[in-house]
């Protein structure tokens, strides 16, 4: 709850400071609010100022396990605000304010104990992206995408609210465990109604479309590839975790026990969204649509999790998360550099990079290997756990999810190719050194992927 | 007033979800911007509808306050909205969102 407030009154701060002259000063104080709300959010975890398991008057509850997800959070967030360095016509404080908010509403989408939270978190997180995707007021494409996710996303919100007053209508309470109580007694009596059941679907089709699903990822690609590089970092990495941990809560603690209903559904559905997603992503010749498309595919590996929604599959989440999201930001962050100095973004402007700059091809290097799932990566240890919580249940499910994994090697590794076995035509063109801060940034990003790798049980044993 | 006079709120459900479905058509079929805005609202407000419904037919009041929620939620929302279409106009002089496929290509 601290790290929250600290984090809301650092955008406010924020806001006020974006009138003076001194533009210099905004980005390390983005910095110093993320960083100490990192440590509050540490103090806190380890019980060192509040109880873990505080609940403010039923609607949010900070337990280890909310807590290690806003730690994530705010790590992705601070990595990505260091990862890119504001152009010149960027005026700063808005952009980070409104990102700063964005980030207090994934916190609350983690903790919610009430709907009531968790449409306010899901609103409190979503308004402010429609804004950022657009921030770039003059660039045609950035007004699309900003107009495109305004649209999906606030048709999605009405899909999710009518699931909502469905559920309120059979059970009277917003309040989670609450509802499973109510569906527990309903299920075993009578079977549930078949109101409750279009609720479910409803609130389950909503959060889909925000954590961009097949068949709800339509406008993934076009948001990601329009919105500025700073903005899809942010939607890839802290956006998808905190919606897939909203789902995770409500379909473990809400409608656990129905999952018989809804489990059959989900599972076609996040079986279509990795191949959807995967097959996609080969055919791509701009490297950051096929990472779009590569985002939907890991959604669907995702929705895994919230399948089997039992204690392990909560690890597994917080660690693939973990991999995903470091891998995803540097990866970002590479295009956005590589578009920065050439002006184009697909695989072949990466050809003879790693000549050029090894210290960034390195870290993609690892980012790629990362998503692809190679031993030894955060990302090969998420898969594992992962599927291995899964693969009872969902036998048939994982041997797909692992055919489309190695499918998923051959767009991976044609970047790799590009960058090491590839000779660019102007070996003349200047080389352009990294910012300090992002050489910083990215080498924090690889080395946390390779101790998440090689450690995997050091997160496992965070919830 | 006895109890047969009153609407049962089943009726009411029905009513919403018709409105919900108009709103919904309205989003995916047609193609002015601010067309599909208010077809968003039609469809918020339908919640609206049988969140209100649904709460006196339960005699719990935090069905209503949801209500509060989602109006101010809906504004916010809106006004964003508008703000976006307002720049999307200036570049493209029109609100019409076939014009949007600049990304694809």
Request: net charge neutral; with cysteine; glycine share 8%.
């Amino acid at each position: 709850m601290k790290a929250l407030i600290l984090i809301f009154s650092g955008a406010i701060v924020l806001l006020f400071a974006g009138l003076g002259k001194n533009e210099r000063k905004l980005l390390p104080l983005v910095w110093l609010t993320l960083f100490l709300a990192l440590a509050m959010n540490g103090l806190e975890y380890f019980g060192w100022e509040l109880p873990w398991e505080q609940q403010w008057s039923s609607m949010l509850q900070f337990n280890k396990f909310s807590l290690a997800f806003n730690f994530l959070l705010i790590l992705l967030a601070l990595l990505g605000s260091m990862l890119f360095v504001p152009r010149l016509e960027d005026k700063g404080a808005d952009v980070f304010a409104l990102m700063l908010f964005s980030l207090c509403g994934g916190m609350l989408m983690t903790s919610f104990t009430s709907f009531f939270m968790l449409f306010l978190g899901l609103e409190i997180m979503s308004i402010p992206l429609y804004v950022l995707a657009g921030s770039r007021k003059e660039d045609l494409r950035s007004n699309e995408a900003a107009l495109k996710y305004y649209l999906m996303g606030s048709f999605a919100t009405g899909i999710l609210l009518f699931g909502v007053a469905m559920v309120y209508g059979t059970t009277g309470s917003f309040d989670i465990y609450e509802i499973g109580l109510r569906y527990t007694g309903a299920t075993m009596l009578t079977g549930m109604s078949p109101m409750a059941k279009i609720g479910i679907l409803m609130v389950m089709f909503g959060l889909l479309f925000k954590i961009a699903a097949a068949p709800f990822h339509f406008w993934a690609p076009d948001v990601y590839t329009g919105s500025p590089g700073r903005v899809t970092a942010f939607m890839a990495t802290v956006v998808k975790t905190a919606g897939v941990v909203a789902m995770f809560r409500l379909f473990a603690i809400s409608f656990g026990i129905a999952d018989n209903f809804w489990g059959p559904t989900l599972a076609i559905l996040a079986a279509l969204t990795m191949f959807v997603g995967n097959l996609s992503a080969l055919r791509q010749d701009s490297f950051k649509r096929m990472l779009a498309y590569s985002s939907v595919a890991h959604a669907g590996y995702l929705l895994l999790a919230i399948l089997v929604h039992n204690q392990n599959s909560g690890k597994a989440l917080l660690l693939y998360m973990t991999g995903y999201g470091l891998a995803a930001l540097s990866a970002f962050a590479l295009i956005h550099k590589v578009s920065r100095e050439q002006g184009r973004e697909d695989v072949s402007a990466f050809d003879g990079w790693a000549k050029r700059y090894p210290v960034e091809s390195f870290a993609l290097l690892i980012s790629l290997l990362s998503m692809t799932g190679i031993p030894g990566t955060a990302g090969f240890a998420g898969k594992y756990f992962l599927f291995s919580s899964a693969f009872e249940g969902y036998t048939w499910l994982i041997i797909f999810a692992l055919v489309l994994s190695a499918v998923s090697v051959a767009y991976y590794f044609r970047v790799i190719i590009a960058m090491y076995f590839r000779d660019s035509g102007n070996d003349a063109s200047s080389v352009e050194g990294s910012a300090m801060s992002v050489r910083l940034a990215l080498i924090i990003c690889t080395a946390l992927n390779i101790a998440a790798g090689i450690a995997p049980w050091f997160i496992l044993e965070r919830i | 007033m006895n109890a047969e006079s009153l609407t049962p709120v089943d009726q009411y459900i029905y009513l919403s979800s018709l409105l919900f479905c108009i709103g919904m058509a309205g989003v995916l079929l047609r193609r002015n911007a601010i067309v599909v805005l208010m077809c968003i609202e039609l469809m918020l407000n339908a919640v609206n509808l049988l969140f209100v419904s649904l709460s006196t037919y339960m005699g719990d009041a935090s069905g209503q306050i949801f209500v509060f929620f989602i109006m101010v939620v809906a504004a916010a929302e809106a006004s964003v909205g508008l703000a976006i279409l307002v720049m999307v106009y200036r570049n493209t002089r029109s609100t019409n969102i076939s014009f949007l496929d600049k990304i694809k290509n």
